[in-house]
């Protein structure tokens, strides 16, 4: 038997220590963000998390969800009260404009939540999660009838929501869509063509699903530059805007999976169903662009999410479990044995996963503070560096929290021993479900990429240069503390290896961008850990300040400097191989593999 | 659908050409191994491997083992069949001893076989793989009487063997069984007890099953000292030899597990079951560390031969998916866009892999032969190395091997996008099959451990100053060549680390136990990675010899490159880690995790 407990201590320090959330109560839905609030937030999505969707965690992976052969879908047992329940609260409405029904409470509110969510069943946190994709869509996109016609009940719950890209030829490229759309007298279209891998794409927990369809209209340009955006309800609204007539799609069956098995993976058909288009013809592109870096956020969440949850059964076994003695000596002599978590090895697991986990929040939550204060800012400026950083770090939070989360997960596995292996104890679950968190929502190659072809030269690299900036003048700022000097001295010298990677960047990608590919999870992997060190030596010197005040403050210290000690060396030999360019790895031709 | 073709090339290189194990006709059991038996040997088997074994790898993770209400249990449809053609071929008793009527055939060219066999199925391979464990123990402490009896039927495989060690309380720690051992009047035992992760425990492919059991006589000293090992067979043989009346066990349960589906991993009860000694009282775990390089070796091809099986098919997938146009301009402008295989970080994850099984392939079989040269050597100075260097290697092949087979698992998968998450696809199953192997045989922290707690300082360290001193000798004959430098250098360059790495070990190890814990995974890590250099340029002298003759040789020089461009990098950043030593690792209290 699993569980999970929501980390609430360490996201209150992360919210209100670190990032003080609450000082920002001048900005629009930040007003009534108090201490308090936050502390009531934390604690009641905590609840929700523990005791009614981590018990359905291993529900759903056992049961896995049933397509009937009416085309409907049947979710696992408990899974329709727990949505009920989810709709109830108001969660999913935290962060969605009070206009629509939302709470417009922030974005970084939300994403405490979101981990927990997360974190306690995975599978069942993507059918808000995905409805939440629909939701940004379309109020990045739609018009105000689309926005009033469709946002409210997105933003509850009460309906779901998908998002319909991929199809059998093309999963990362778009350009290759084939679904059509038909233009019809009434200024509707008519939607064919098969779409794959639609996570929610049917289920019986809402009472409508809106899907967003990325379709190209006949005659439209070939490639990327002729995708358009289609609202396509399952049941077309009635004058009263209630669901009325079923529209002509449906499910043609469920993938089997590794992981996430109470999510509905759909083989969805449309068969010249009735779609809206949103936006300009031809520009659904933009419209999935703009939704896309919160997307990847919470992916990257979701690999943080299950690492913690791995790490917190891990640790409660690594307490519990009786195997061998102390190298130094018995630590329990009254028992047959010492509890394995006096064994160096399996401390290098944990604290291997606890670093890793307590850094990844920061720089998660920090992150989407500026998911915040970029639309929210009264200053340019604010907004400005807000928008440099979220394009920035999206990638990195992706695919950096995804790839380690994963690794945790399996090291996690690997502290329960053969335990560990066996469908009764339940962590292998993780392990599967974590999986998926590298791949979908754009690879994390392909994240690589976005990070090394698109990012870094953005605005002839005004983020990443900004964000050196900002560590210089960190460690500036920070220099005369002696206590302080051992994080100091880290992050100058992973920035440092950073910059060197840049700047070799700059110099080789251009004139041969295989280089630039060839670097991309190397350079990546680099930043993840510069990052991960400024969040550690940001949150050591409020540490450092509060120590002896709590043990909390202390075993920061600790793990701050477990990171750099045995996580960051890593980033040098990421440096080493991002250097060695593409040369040896493009050299052999595809039939020598 | 996935597909196995084994290495046959690969192998050849490592057997006959680095290798040249036909060059050793002088000693016993070698007399027959030319360079035709050894292609014959290995094509039979690839054959096996990719007709039979690997088909029904799907079928076994589907099915898996069903426990019928008598306790029986009825593997997977088709194995039966393929057991039986197994037995027929003689695969199974290629090295076992002529005087038991096996082939007598060395273990490197069983290790091939083995190979192959694991990576077509895991979960199959493992029910001659415990026969094979059985049968080395009755080999290694058994009477001439129980030789005899046992050993012709286990070796061809008829008879299926087990290893009855786990008990619910202790897995790495023996010293906890409970299991006991009643000495009767006839000079048998009764025993009495549960085991639980059985492997192989009850099945219906062999007409009798010999199960090794580790127990405790009534009265014996506690702990590790008072364990005595049994052969306990499920029919106790008749005056004939032949499977007579049903002993008193029975398999009380299957385990639901995350992999090797078509593996009957099951709890074993006996109740008053008759057993007889093997050796000395008291002196069973003897006997199970004689048997246990050899197992420890085999489980390390596992995790190889899964890294090989998913690398396959994910170079094939990545030759065929179309997606997007290369970085450097379309390579296929006939087609809607390229084969995935030519963006760079594809290939990325396709080298690492590559360069990592090929690497690993020279180590294991390497580290194989001495196996046979520990005990067929005339030399005394040679039998005493390939003892040393058993002890020495044995952990890190285990370790390192099943470790990093598993990173190429997840790899391959992710080579496969969103296809590689799916069930339909199959190569999902490598990585759950694969993570088993760092798992089993002593977890890899076990390993570890066992690296630096014993096997380095086993006869004042012989064994690793030996292996230093031969690598100091390679490069130094080596040294005049220009177009093996780059090789010469990074070997030199990694055998340096690991002479820091052991040289800290010696000098902060010993003052506190618990440095040596907090280094064992890094420093078996360097260990490897010089292991795998040495391998690399070993193989990169002889392709450089015959380069141009045949491109085989030229990708081997690209693959070798690419080992120490890419892969030989993370050794400084382990030496980094493992030089920090036990403090912070040891510091939090465990209620602080």
């Given amino acids: 038997?699993?569980?999970?407990?929501?980390?609430?201590?360490?996201?209150?320090?992360?919210?209100?220590?670190?990032?003080?959330?609450?000082?920002?109560?001048?900005?629009?839905?930040?007003?009534?963000?108090?201490?308090?609030?936050?502390?009531?937030?934390?604690?009641?999505?905590?609840?929700?998390?523990?005791?009614?969707?981590?018990?359905?965690?291993?529900?759903?992976?056992?049961?896995?969800?049933?397509?009937?052969?009416?085309?409907?879908?049947?979710?696992?047992?408990?899974?329709?009260?727990?949505?009920?329940?989810?709709?109830?609260?108001?969660?999913?409405?935290?962060?969605?404009?009070?206009?629509?029904?939302?709470?417009?409470?922030?974005?970084?509110?939300?994403?405490?939540?979101?981990?927990?969510?997360?974190?306690?069943?995975?599978?069942?946190?993507?059918?808000?999660?995905?409805?939440?994709?629909?939701?940004?869509?379309?109020?990045?996109?739609?018009?105000?009838?689309?926005?009033?016609?469709?946002?409210?009940?997105?933003?509850?719950?009460?309906?779901?929501?998908?998002?319909?890209?991929?199809?059998?030829?093309?999963?990362?490229?778009?350009?290759?869509?084939?679904?059509?759309?038909?233009?019809?007298?009434?200024?509707?279209?008519?939607?064919?063509?098969?779409?794959?891998?639609?996570?929610?794409?049917?289920?019986?927990?809402?009472?409508?699903?809106?899907?967003?369809?990325?379709?190209?209209?006949?005659?439209?340009?070939?490639?990327?530059?002729?995708?358009?955006?289609?609202?396509?309800?399952?049941?077309?609204?009635?004058?009263?805007?209630?669901?009325?007539?079923?529209?002509?799609?449906?499910?043609?069956?469920?993938?089997?999976?590794?992981?996430?098995?109470?999510?509905?993976?759909?083989?969805?058909?449309?068969?010249?169903?009735?779609?809206?288009?949103?936006?300009?013809?031809?520009?659904?592109?933009?419209?999935?662009?703009?939704?896309?870096?919160?997307a990847r956020l919470a992916v990257g969440v979701q690999g943080l999410a299950q690492a913690e949850l791995a790490y917190q059964n891990a640790a409660e076994f690594a307490r519990e479990r009786l195997q061998s003695r102390s190298l130094t000596g018995p630590k329990a002599p009254d028992k047959p044995a010492d509890p394995i978590i006096v064994h160096p090895d399996v401390r290098r697991m944990l604290m291997d996963s606890k670093a890793f986990i307590e850094g990844g929040r920061a720089f998660a939550y920090w992150t989407m503070l500026f998911n915040d204060l970029e639309h929210l800012s009264p200053d340019e400026k604010v907004r400005e560096k807000a928008s440099d950083y979220m394009g920035l770090m999206t990638p990195v939070v992706k695919s950096f929290l995804t790839d380690k989360g994963f690794k945790a997960c399996s090291d996690c596995l690997q502290v329960h021993g053969g335990t560990g292996f066996t469908k009764d104890q339940g962590v292998e679950q993780f392990l599967r479900d974590a999986k998926i968190a590298m791949i979908y929502e754009g690879t994390n190659g392909i994240q690589a990429l976005d990070l090394v072809g698109r990012k870094l030269s953005a605005n002839a690299g005004r983020s990443i240069f900004g964000f050196f900036k900002e560590i210089d003048e960190w460690c500036e700022a920070n220099s005369g503390d002696e206590e302080l000097k051992p994080f100091v001295d880290a992050l100058g010298g992973s920035k440092a290896k950073l910059q060197e990677g840049t700047t070799w960047l700059m110099q080789n990608g251009m004139s041969d961008f295989n280089n630039a590919g060839a670097a991309s999870h190397d350079y990546l992997n680099v930043f993840g850990y510069t990052a991960l060190t400024y969040m550690w030596a940001k949150m050591a010197k409020i540490a450092l300040a509060k120590k002896g005040s709590d043990p909390f403050y202390d075993q920061k210290l600790v793990t701050g400097r477990y990171f750099i000690e045995r996580l960051l060396p890593e980033a040098g030999s990421h440096l080493e191989k991002l250097k060695t360019g593409a040369k040896t790895m493009m050299s052999l031709d595809a039939e020598m593999f």
């Fill in 1 to 294: 038997m699993t569980s999970y407990n929501a980390p609430l201590r360490d996201m209150q320090f992360i919210l209100k220590e670190m990032l003080e959330i609450q000082t920002y109560q001048d900005l629009p839905g930040f007003e009534e963000v108090t201490e308090d609030l936050i502390d009531a937030i934390l604690e009641e999505g905590g609840k929700y998390a523990r005791d009614v969707l981590h018990p359905l965690n291993k529900v759903g992976d056992a049961h896995g969800c049933v397509r009937n052969d009416d085309g409907s879908v049947t979710t696992p047992p408990g899974f329709k009260d727990a949505y009920d329940a989810m709709v109830e609260s108001g969660f999913t409405a935290m962060a969605a404009k009070t206009e629509y029904g939302g709470q417009g409470l922030p974005h970084v509110l939300n994403v405490a939540y979101s981990e927990m969510s997360s974190a306690a069943n995975m599978a069942f946190s993507m059918y808000p999660g995905l409805t939440h994709g629909a939701y940004s869509a379309i109020e990045a996109g739609g018009s105000d009838a689309q926005k009033n016609t469709y946002l409210p009940n997105l933003a509850t719950g009460k309906w779901g929501g998908t998002m319909n890209l991929t199809e059998p030829q093309c999963g990362t490229d778009l350009g290759l869509i084939r679904t059509k759309a038909v233009p019809q007298a009434d200024g509707t279209y008519k939607i064919t063509g098969q779409k794959i891998w639609i996570s929610a794409g049917e289920h019986d927990m809402a009472d409508n699903i809106i899907h967003l369809v990325l379709a190209r209209i006949e005659g439209a340009p070939e490639g990327i530059k002729g995708i358009s955006l289609f609202i396509v309800p399952k049941y077309i609204l009635d004058e009263n805007g209630e669901p009325g007539a079923r529209n002509s799609l449906e499910c043609g069956g469920l993938e089997e999976k590794m992981g996430i098995h109470g999510n509905a993976t759909c083989v969805m058909n449309y068969e010249d169903a009735t779609g809206w288009l949103i936006g300009d013809e031809n520009k659904g592109m933009r419209v999935m662009f703009v939704m896309m870096n919160a």
